[in-house]
T-cell receptor, first 112, second 113 residues
Framework: DGGITQSPKYLFRKEGQNVTLSCEQN?????MYWYRQDPGQGLRLIYY???????QKGDIAEGYSVSREKKESFPLTVTSAQKNPTAFYLC???????????FGQGTRLTVV | GESVGLHLPTLSVQEGDNSIINCAYS??????FIWYKQESGKGPQFIID?????DKRQGQRVTVLLNKTVKHLSLQIAATQPGDSAVYFC????????????FGAGTRLAVHP
């Protein structure tokens, strides 16, 4: 079945550590996105990529980094520079601008 | 700047009633609009979309209305069921150059028997 997969579902990080969240899609989509969701809040865009080897900062990119070396993969690294990383992270993909985005099931990151 | 907002953070309805969830957006250049449903602890699921060349689009029990003059869209759910209880988000896309989806804050729909 085609879809978008995020792993792990739950992730715990110690302060000062970098962690990488995985996002893989087999939908042959060009565009991929990372969103952050805090409790009772909407989705805020962290980074997005419209094509392999290219990505753009979203509204809250500080403290995060991404790469897009393969079409199907768009990993997100939460660095130690992110002061409040505890949140629910959602990855999405779409065929491009003006097309619906399909979401993964999310990764809940907690700083301990 | 770009913003997408919702009029009501929580909507409570009786089972069988119709529900209307509203969304306002700020950028008149927006040309693609999507409604998503998110259940607790899960990723958002696509419900219905509409493009700026349309005013209305219907799906199964859902209708989206777009009023470009006042930059407002709504999601109507007919005969609301308990399984419709979730948070609903509108999302707006801006075509041209890099396209990105901007999400509203969400409305929680609570369906009571």
């Amino acid at each position: 079945d085609g879809g978008i997969t995020q792993s792990p579902k739950y992730l715990f990080r110690k302060e000062g550590q970098n962690v990488t969240l995985s996002c893989e899609q087999n939908l042959n989509h060009d565009a991929m996105y990372w969103y952050r969701q805090d409790p009772g809040q909407g989705l805020r865009l962290i980074y997005y990529s419209q094509i392999v080897n290219d990505f753009q900062k979203g509204d809250i990119a500080e403290g995060y980094s991404v790469s897009r070396e393969k079409k199907e993969s768009f990993p997100l690294t939460v660095t130690s520079a992110q002061k409040n990383p505890t949140a629910f992270y959602l990855c999405a993909s779409s065929a491009g601008g003006g097309f619906e985005a399909f979401f993964g099931q999310g990764t809940r990151l907690t700083v301990v | 700047g770009e913003s997408v907002g919702l009029h009501l953070p929580t909507l409570s309805v009786q089972e069988g009633d119709n529900s209307i969830i509203n969304c306002a957006y700020s950028n008149s250049a927006s040309d693609y609009f999507i409604w998503y449903k998110q259940e607790s602890g899960k990723g958002p699921q696509f419900i219905i979309d509409i493009r700026s060349n349309m005013d209305k689009r219907q799906g199964q029990r859902v209708t989206v209305l777009l009023n470009k003059t006042v930059k407002h869209l709504s999601l109507q759910i007919a005969a609301t069921q308990p399984g419709d209880s979730a948070v609903y988000f509108c999302a707006v896309a801006f075509s041209g150059g890099y396209n990105k989806l901007i999400f509203g804050a969400g409305t929680r729909l609570a369906v009571h028997p």
